[in-house]
């Protein structure tokens, strides 16, 4: 894709290719500041917990760019019959794709593990590690280089028991994993602020209730990855 890139960059298209990811930039992001103003208004009209806002304008961050690549991907299905090339949006489509991918990330794990405002190193320093890999995995894709070590991954085989996995497979796994257990960790996390806010039951009663819904949803996780 930078190949391609370099090779057009004095084509005139490309221009147009540049307006519309301004258009897609500035779009996205006002939808999606519209989007987190209005939910925000309405909760407090109706009352809601402020946990909840917070939590809806936490994700906001990641409705932005997640808004802005779907944009650019639909201006390059629709720009590509006019334009006899359309390498740049090519090119930022991945990139603000993986920067909605890292928000996400973000956004879930300091919604699972930093609740109350407390970040620890160590959500830090497993946020800098992820946002690392997936700008590692964009700069490959770019480059042209994934396939190859795609095929290195599928091709290197270890012994696993009877049997002989690929390292790409165990890979796969292991994300599969994280990215499951994550949903239900988060998950839970929304259910038991929700029990928690209801007045009709005792205290000890939500409490039972959240431990086990937490609980299901983790086994769930495991058994579906």
């Given at each position: 894709?930078?190949?391609?890139?370099?090779?057009?960059?004095?084509?005139?298209?490309?221009?147009?290719?540049?307006?519309?990811?301004?258009?897609?930039?500035?779009?996205?992001?006002?939808?999606?500041?519209?989007?987190?103003?209005?939910?925000?208004?309405?909760?407090?009209?109706?009352?809601r917990n402020g946990v909840v806002r917070a939590?809806?304008?936490?994700?906001?961050?990641?409705?932005?760019?997640?808004?802005?690549?779907?944009?650019?991907?639909?201006?390059?299905?629709?720009?590509?019959?006019?334009?006899?090339?359309?390498?740049?949006?090519?090119?930022?489509?991945?990139?603000?794709?993986?920067?909605?991918?890292?928000?996400?990330?973000?956004?879930?794990?300091?919604?699972?593990?930093?609740?109350?405002?407390?970040?620890?190193?160590?959500?830090?320093?497993?946020?800098?590690?992820?946002?690392?890999?997936?700008?590692?995995?964009?700069?490959?894709?770019?480059?042209?280089?994934?396939?190859?070590?795609?095929?290195?991954?599928?091709?290197?085989?270890?012994?696993?028991?009877?049997?002989?996995?690929?390292?790409?497979t165990i890979l796969q796994a292991a994300v599969?994993?994280?990215?499951?257990?994550?949903?239900?960790?988060?998950?839970?996390?929304?259910?038991?602020?929700?029990?928690?806010?209801?007045?009709?039951?005792?205290?000890?009663?939500?409490?039972?209730?959240a431990r086990m819904s937490r609980a299901v949803?983790?086994?769930?996780?495991?058994?579906?990855?």
């Amino acid at each position: 894709l930078l190949n391609d890139l370099l090779n057009d960059i004095r084509d005139p298209h490309l221009l147009w290719q540049a307006a519309a990811i301004a258009v897609c930039v500035g779009l996205g992001w006002f939808i999606a500041r519209s989007v987190r103003d209005s939910y925000g208004k309405d909760s407090e009209e109706k009352g809601r917990n402020g946990v909840v806002r917070a939590g809806v304008a936490s994700f906001g961050h990641v409705l932005a760019p997640l808004f802005i690549a779907a944009l650019i991907f639909v201006a390059k299905l629709g720009l590509a019959p006019f334009l006899h090339n359309v390498s740049l949006l090519r090119v930022a489509l991945p990139v603000f794709g993986s920067l909605a991918v890292i928000r996400l990330a973000f956004y879930l794990l300091r919604r699972v593990f930093a609740r109350h405002g407390q970040i620890g190193a160590a959500i830090v320093t497993f946020e800098k590690v992820f946002a690392l890999l997936v700008w590692l995995v964009v700069a490959l894709y770019l480059t042209g280089l994934w396939p190859d070590v795609r095929a290195f991954l599928d091709g290197t085989v270890l012994p696993l028991g009877r049997h002989q996995v690929t390292l790409a497979t165990i890979l796969q796994a292991a994300v599969s994993v994280v990215i499951f257990l994550m949903l239900a960790l988060w998950a839970g996390t929304a259910l038991e602020e929700r029990l928690m806010r209801i007045d009709g039951l005792h205290t000890s009663l939500r409490v039972a209730m959240a431990r086990m819904s937490r609980a299901v949803l983790i086994l769930v996780a495991v058994l579906v990855s």
